[in-house]
């Protein structure tokens, strides 16, 4: 057999392939997925059986430690989760630092690294159990953090975590339990809410995790990782994707509700126009976790009757796309944004919170990746380029 290493430092031979198409970065036991058939599993279960019978923080569990919690096993889980759920109050020092119409992305992002400072414990992880002690940590501090964001824009004062409730509880009075009134979850958001952070839990190596893992690979910690996975969420053509569908559908809506002429714009190759929430670089057929969700969405929005001309413009273009020659020949189906911000629009979160949404679901797969990547001693993550520029010039002063 041809050692690849070996011809290539004798022949100086090097693949391209820009977006990584179609090079592995790593072998994963963790989230199987076939894009030509839509299927997903997370370590080995279906994402239909989990979204249907599972709970998040159970989903988590599973992500990151490789199987499904006795009863006892998630029960400790939760309680070293909340033994980290106070956030240092000198992190709102940080916080007020920030203009109150900063994205909650770039916020998010910003704070997790600065988490880094206020437990240097969690950087250098060095046997399995200050691994443990950092996973803890990070999840139960990213959820109260990802809250502060959206508290800041509003200009509410900062919640701190309630250890008797629940994880996905607890988010929703982070979020919006107000001081001068009591707050109780309604169940059926609370439910909606479990199953889409389920649906975001991984995706096997997309951009952000992609980026957790190769930062992790220089061996920064846990925190400085997952602030990096943010950031590289937040772009349009990947996490953004569900706040980016919401405003095109606002935009829509503003321009009098004619959907065949956007359809045609983003059709038209001169205009850089592109349908929000349509598409996936590995789904080339369909999205399983959009069929999921659009059944989610579809319950949510009954169960709170819900009247929006911004979903009947939804439908209306997501019947259009799936009758469409162009989108057909080219396999562009709803992806999970497209529905992801449909519901969030419904429960009430701001649009520019959205991204932020899915940082909360992918949470536990960026920390599953991390871990396998330390625990698999993979080597620091650095790809070649082939060198397209000048050759060797004479140096002559421009000046
Ligand atoms: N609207 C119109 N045309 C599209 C769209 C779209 N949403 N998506 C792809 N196309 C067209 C491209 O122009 C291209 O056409 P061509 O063959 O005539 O040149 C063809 O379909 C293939 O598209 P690529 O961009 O090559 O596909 P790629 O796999 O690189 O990109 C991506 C996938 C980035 C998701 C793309 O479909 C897109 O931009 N979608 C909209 C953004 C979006 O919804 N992102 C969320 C992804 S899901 C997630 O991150 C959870």
């Not at 949470?363 to 050759?391: F, S, V």
Request: glycine residues 8%; proline residues 5%.
């Amino acid at each position: 057999a041809v050692d690849i290493n070996k011809l290539r430092d004798l022949t100086g031979f090097i693949t391209l392939d820009p977006g990584y198409k179609n090079s592995g970065s790593c072998t994963s036991e963790i989230t199987f997925l076939d894009g030509e058939l839509g299927i997903l599993r997370y370590r080995g279960y279906s994402i239909e059986d989990l979204a249907e019978k599972a709970s998040f923080p159970e989903v988590s569990y599973l992500l990151i430690f490789g199987e499904l919690p006795t009863a006892q096993q998630l029960a400790q889980f939760d309680a070293d989760i909340k033994k980290h759920t106070l956030v240092n109050e000198e992190m709102k020092n940080i916080i007020d630092g920030f203009p109150k119409t900063a994205h909650p992305m770039g916020v998010l992002s910003a704070l997790t690294s600065a988490l880094t400072a206020f437990n240097p414990k969690a950087v250098n992880v060095e046997n399995e159990k200050e691994m443990y002690e950092a996973i803890c940590k990070t999840i139960a501090k990213f959820l109260v953090i990802a809250t502060w964001t959206y508290r800041k824009t509003m200009g509410y004062p900062l919640n701190y975590y309630d250890n008797t409730q629940g994880y996905v509880e607890n988010f929703m009075q982070l979020m919006f339990k107000l001081p001068t009134g009591p707050y109780a979850a309604n169940p059926i958001i609370v439910n909606a809410l479990d199953k889409l952070f389920i649906l975001h839990g991984d995706h096997e190596q997309n951009c952000s995790t992609s980026t957790v893992r190769m930062v992790g690979s220089s061996h920064a910690g846990l925190f400085a990782s997952i602030s990096a996975g943010v950031s590289a969420l937040w772009g349009p053509l990947h996490g953004g994707a569900n706040q980016a569908v919401l405003e095109m559908l606002e935009e829509i809506n503003k321009d009098g509700g004619d959907t065949d002429k956007f359809m045609a714009k983003a059709k038209d190759k001169n205009d850089p126009f592109r349908l929000m929430g349509f598409g996936h670089r590995v789904y080339k057929n369909f999205d399983p976790r959009a069929r999921i969700i659009k059944k989610a969405a579809k319950e949510v929005l009954e169960t709170l009757g819900v009247e929006d001309p911004i979903l009947e413009i939804a439908k209306k273009l997501e019947a259009a796309a799936l009758e469409d020659e162009y989108f057909k020949s080219r396999n562009l189906y709803p992806n999970v944004d497209f529905y992801s911000g449909i519901i969030y629009r419904a429960l009430g979160i701001p649009t520019d919170m959205f991204t932020v949404m899915f940082a909360i679901g992918r949470l536990p797969g960026w920390i599953a990746q991390w871990k396998e990547m330390r625990e698999n001693k993979e080597p620091i993550g650095r790809p070649r380029q082939i060198y397209t520029g000048h050759p060797l010039r004479d140096f002559k002063s421009n000046k």
